[in-house]
């Protein structure tokens, strides 16, 4: 049996992973043992694997009555035990990550709250205050823009000494 912890749900798939090969070397080195005694030879692969990922403590299966008994493509609980099999180890991954998920949704949901009731209003009024900000700052470059060209205007028309008379 192997613990798998739920509290990063992009953590799982990788602790999976990492039990799934360390599984395949413990076969690989029963195989070079098998070998040393009994000769033979092989290419140390894993050809193919046959998996059962029974997944137990785990609130959601505990709750299910012992003597329940069912079987899917993707899973079963056959035995008078507080374990389901996954037919696959993707299969036993997505349902611990949707467990994990699920158990975060008091955060997500507490989360989803404080944003709709203090950060949508105060970002509500940022968003007004930039608007404004942002027209103001238009009729600044506006009014520059305007001064420049008057600016120009002059000393096209006058020369600088006469222009500096009217200053």
Not at 38 to 49: A, M, P, V
Request: glycine content about 2%.
């Amino acid at each position: 049996m192997y613990k798998i912890g739920l509290e990063n749900s992009d953590l799982i798939k990788p602790q999976i992973k990492e039990i799934i090969e360390k599984k395949n070397q413990e076969c690989i080195n029963v195989l070079k043992k098998f070998i040393q005694v009994y000769g033979g030879e092989s290419k140390y692969t894993i050809l193919n694997r046959r998996s059962e990922d029974k997944i137990m403590g785990e609130d959601s299966i505990d709750l299910l009555p012992i003597k329940q008994h069912w079987h899917t493509d993707i899973a079963k609980k056959v035995y008078n035990e507080a374990t389901v099999e996954f037919s696959d180890p993707a299969f036993a991954s997505n349902y611990l990550r949707t467990r994990a998920l699920e158990d975060k949704m008091d955060v997500v949901d507490r989360l989803t709250e404080l944003i709709e009731s203090r950060l949508s209003p105060a970002l509500e009024n940022l968003s007004v205050n930039l608007n404004t900000h942002i027209a103001v700052e238009k009729k600044i470059e506006k009014g520059i823009s305007n001064f420049n060209k008057v600016v120009n205007k002059l000393n096209n028309r006058l020369s600088q000494r006469k222009l500096n008379e009217y200053l």
